[in-house]
């Protein structure tokens, strides 16, 4: 139903930072289960503890394959003829004519946690489809300067999870997805 807003996640973690996918299949997030006893000022057990995140990723639709199934070399693909012969209205469940549509039943059990190391993860972004960015703090150091960040991508069809760049501050994917404009050394490259 439009306007009507629908919970992705049970609150049981922090979720941070959501980013859907080039292709409208996937929603991406950082997710922390840890965040809890280190969230609250007056718990002094804490003081040593530092919050982890994972990143995990939705499927919108019941019948889109999770981003890590194995692909079958017997199943035939869909053809591009057959492509764009699909058309898809609106039908007042979140469908539009460009095709994109979000089945909120059962949404909170197509989430699956991708296979990176949880660490201190932030600036999510997406690049083409099935490219995933983020900087990964290596110690405490976070944000502007921070010498010991480092920009991640991770390839969802090889698996390949690799850095890109230590050192960066911050970044932005291009428009076409093709190229990463990264700021580090108080200087953008």
């Not at 840890?34 to 002094?44: C, E, V």
Request: hydrophobic fraction near 30%.
């Amino acid at each position: 139903e439009h306007d009507k807003a629908y919970a992705l996640t049970d609150g049981m973690c922090d979720v941070r930072e959501p980013v859907f996918d080039k292709g409208g299949k996937y929603i991406y997030f950082f997710a922390s289960t840890d965040a809890g006893p280190l969230r609250h000022w007056f718990a002094m057990s804490n003081t040593e503890m530092q919050m982890t995140s994972a990143i995990y990723a939705a499927a919108l639709r019941k019948d889109t394959p999770s981003p890590l199934a194995r692909e079958s070399d017997e199943e035939a693909g869909v053809s591009d003829d057959e492509k764009s012969s699909e058309k898809e209205t609106d039908d007042g469940e979140g469908n539009n004519e460009e095709g994109f549509s979000i089945e909120f039943d059962g949404l909170n059990n197509r989430i699956i946690a991708l296979p990176i190391e949880a660490g201190n993860l932030f600036s999510l972004q997406v690049g083409e489809e099935g490219h995933v960015y983020y900087l990964e703090a290596t110690s405490t150091a976070r944000g502007p300067y921070a010498k010991e960040t480092q920009l991640h991508k991770y390839d969802l069809a090889e698996r390949e999870d690799k850095v890109i760049k230590s050192g960066v501050n911050s970044y932005r994917i291009s428009a076409n997805d093709k190229k990463v404009l990264f700021s580090s050394e108080r200087s953008w490259w």
